[in-house]
């Protein structure tokens, strides 16, 4: 029998491009129930209407208030952790509702799931927790040690807490490929930010796929990572340009609030730990104790000749390349479609 089989799974912030995409794949393969937990009841509306699956349980309620999210967990075997406040310039206007969501949510989240005996929870969390410059960063990066800690701080606890990291989804709300499209067809340039910014390019359903992956494999504390292609963001535009048979115009408007040039999946540290597994990457947890003399006797490995795992050094795709890619996002050809 399939693993979800028959099972109840709560995705928080379920109605987002992430949410709704993994609603449907567990739809498809015969999950018992889904419950969405999430703030908007317009969306939560509009995908019921989507849907129309008598499997699907709405909860209309907030990350934030605990007690919601324990109403969601209760009686649930799997919790996929959506929720959040994601755009990084409104993180950088107001950082303290970046920790109430992505920070106190994410715990109210894996407490909910640890006192209910949800079996395994996995957290998503994004490249700018490593090294973090900005507001969003910094509160995911929080996040996935709450998810950590948790796994330090409870070995015997039957409910696996795990996490994955992306990058940029295609065709995600706020991606930058729909205002690219968006553009062409209105026939103005293409804005960047800085041509020589790259970016980790993946789909929705890699998305979905790494965190099926996670909540399969996952031991109490791992981060998984999907190796992925980059691009620069030049050739990005000139991917969709390509895509759609438009000279590729653009215009640069300079970087935004918080923006990084390059995007880190894992931090060399990480890299020094981390298992290949083919299309991932698994980083254990470091289940050392608060007793340090064992370490600092026993040393450390070099790390000094390792790199980082970067949009900078993984493979790169020009223009073409992009445009073969973004040919395999339904997302991208349904928009196309629809303009056409």
Partial sequence: MHEMTGATVLITGGTGSFGSTMTRALLGEGVGQVRVLSRDEAK????????????MRFYVGDVRDAASVSDAARGVDFVFHAAALKQ???????????????????????????????RSVVLLSTDKAVYPINAMGMTKALMEKTAQAFARNNPDSPTTVSVVRYGNVLHSRGSVVPLFL????????MTLTDPAMTRFLMSLQQSVDLVRYAMLHAEPGDIFVRKAPAATVADLARGVAELVG????????????????FETLLSREEVLRAEDHGDYFRVPLDARSLNYELFFEDGSRDESRLDDYT???TERLDGGGVARLLRTVPEVMRQLEMAA
């Fill in 44 to 55: 939560q509306d509009e995908l019921r209407r989507q849907l129309g699956d008598e499997r």
């Fill in 88 to 118: 990084v310039p409104s993180c950088e206007f107001f950082p303290a509702q970046a920790v109430l969501t992505n920070v106190t949510g994410s715990q109210n989240v894996v407490n909910a799931a640890a006192a209910h005996g949800v």
């Fill in 182 to 189: 968006k553009q062409l067809g209105e026939g103005t340039p």
């Fill in 246 to 261: 438009a000279e590729s115009r653009t215009t640069v408007i300079g970087t935004r609030h918080g923006e990084k040039l």
């Fill in 311 to 313: 949009s900078h050094n």
